[in-house]
C-alpha cells in the first residue's frame, strides 16, 4: 500500500502525553465514584440507532489543538450495535498549505463505552467510513501523541471540561497499547487484501469496514 510521505516532524511539539495518560486513572476514579458518564453528558440517555446522529450536533471541536470527537450509536456488521466514541485531529503541513487548504483531518480509533459509561473496546475503521486523510499505523500513532483540547475554548468550562479531560486521559492511556495493536491490525489487513487484490482501492473496499476490535485493560484504581 502506498505510504504517507507525512514525515512525524511535521505533527508539531509533543505535549505531556505522560501526564494525561496518568491523569487519566484520577479522572476514571471521579467518574465510578459519580456514576458519571459521557453519554448522559451528551445525550441525557442512551441515543437511538442512528448512525447519522452525532453528539454533540456539531462534534466537539478545538480550533487550537485540533482535537475534535462526537459520539454516536449504530450498528456495524461483525460489532452488531455500539455506542461509540469517535476522535479526530485536525492538522496541517507546507504541502497541504501549498495547495491552499487550511488543513486536513485523521481519524484515530472508535472507543466503545458501556452501560456505565466505561471504555470497553477500541476498533479501527476503513477510510470511507469516516472520509478522513488515511496515515499509516505508526504516522497516526505520532499525530494523536498528546490528543487533548484546550481548556480555554467554547465548551470548555464546568462538566465540558472534566469530560474534555476525561477523553484525552483516554486517548493517551490506551495510545501505545490497544490502540496501536488495533491500527496495525488494519493496516495488515488492507495490506493482505491488496496483495490479493492489486487493482482495487482498498481505503474504498465497502466489504472492509472495522478492524483490530480490542477489549481494554481497565486502569486500577486503588
Known amino acids: 500500500m502506498r505510504r504517507s510521505k507525512v514525515t512525524a516532524a511535521r505533527f508539531g511539539p509533543k505535549v505531556t502525553a505522560r501526564s494525561l495518560a496518568n491523569a ?8 465510578r465514584a459519580g456514576g458519571l458518564s459521557l453519554v448522559d453528558h451528551l445525550c441525557g440517555s442512551e441515543p437511538p440507532i442512528d448512525e447519522t446522529l452525532h453528539y454533540p450536533d456539531n462534534d466537539c471541536q478545538d ?21 461509540h466514541l469517535h476522535l479526530f485531529k ?3 503541513t507546507p504541502e497541504i498549505e501549498a495547495a491552499g487548504l487550511d488543513g486536513t483531518i485523521t481519524h484515530l480509533v472508535a472507543f466503545e463505552l458501556d452501560a456505565t459509561g466505561a471504555a470497553s473496546h ?21 499525530l494523536f501523541d498528546g490528543w487533548q483540547f484546550d481548556l480555554r475554548g467554547s465548551r470548555a468550562e464546568g462538566a465540558w471540561a472534566f469530560w474534555h479531560r476525561w477523553v ?27 496483495e490479493q487484490y492489486p487493482e482495487c ?20 484504581l486503588a
Open 24 to 31: 487519566f486513572v484520577g479522572l476514571e476514579r471521579e467518574r
Open 63 to 83: 480550533p487550537l489543538t485540533g482535537a475534535q470527537y462526537f459520539l454516536h450509536r449504530h450498528g456495524s456488521e461483525g460489532l452488531g450495535v455500539t455506542t
Open 90 to 92: 485536525r492538522w496541517r
Open 122 to 142: 477500541c476498533f479501527s475503521v476503513n477510510q470511507w467510513v469516516v472520509g478522513d486523510y488515511w496515515l499509516s499505523a505508526s504516522e497516526t500513532v505520532t
Open 168 to 194: 484525552a486521559g483516554l486517548v493517551a492511556y490506551y495510545l501505545h497499547g490497544p490502540v496501536t495493536e488495533s491500527l496495525h491490525a488494519r493496516d495488515e489487513a488492507l495490506d493482505r487484501q491488496l
Open 201 to 220: 482501492n482498498v481505503l474504498q473496499d465497502r466489504s472492509l469496514e472495522v478492524f483490530g476490535r480490542l477489549g481494554l485493560p481497565q486502569p486500577t
